[in-house]
């Protein structure tokens, strides 16, 4: 639908106006940039199966939530150390640099719409972490619902 869209514009609008355009309406590495929404949107889904076995629904809803926009600033913790200094501080923002899900890897939205190529490379690697990431966090999940006691 999407894309009939985008190919309704791009047959109404002038040939002036396409020309500003920096890639076709239609162009086809927009896909992947879609793709790597669909990947981010089974991360938050396995984050928020993972919440839900052990947190009441409103707290895994907002616990969600939180690691979803902390995932999207997770590459500031990393340069954190620049304004900590030699804090212990800094062990902990590093920590949580690598334990929290690197959101901000799957939005391509920007390269694509410019028409900047995205690497296949990049997007194996986005791929394979997210799948990494998606398996831990529902094998936890899986490992935590096994240990409830619903009696």
């Known amino acids: 639908m999407w894309y009939l869209v985008l190919g309704y514009m ?5 040939e002036a106006f396409k020309q500003s355009w920096e890639a076709p309406a239609t162009d086809p590495r927009m896909l992947v940039a879609v793709y790597l929404i669909v990947i981010q949107l089974m991360l938050v889904i396995a984050i928020a199966l993972f919440f839900s076995t052990f947190a009441e629904p409103l707290w895994a809803a907002v616990f969600t939530l939180a690691l979803y926009v902390a995932g999207h600033f997770s590459a500031d ?3 954190f150390e620049v304004v900590v200094g030699d804090s212990p501080l800094r062990f902990i923002t590093t920590g949580l ?12 939205k920007n390269a694509v719409v410019h028409a900047q190529p995205v ?3 990049y997007v194996g690697v986005a791929t394979a972490y997210g799948a990494c990431y998606i398996v ?11 240990r409830r006691d619903f009696k």
């Open 77 to 79: 913790l990393k340069h």
């Open 119 to 121: 690497p296949p490379a």
């Open 136 to 146: 831990a966090l529902v094998a936890a999940a899986v490992w935590i619902f096994g």
């Open 10 to 14: 791009s047959w109404m609008e002038t």
């Open 97 to 108: 640099y690598y334990l929290l899900p690197n959101m901000a890897m799957f939005d391509v």
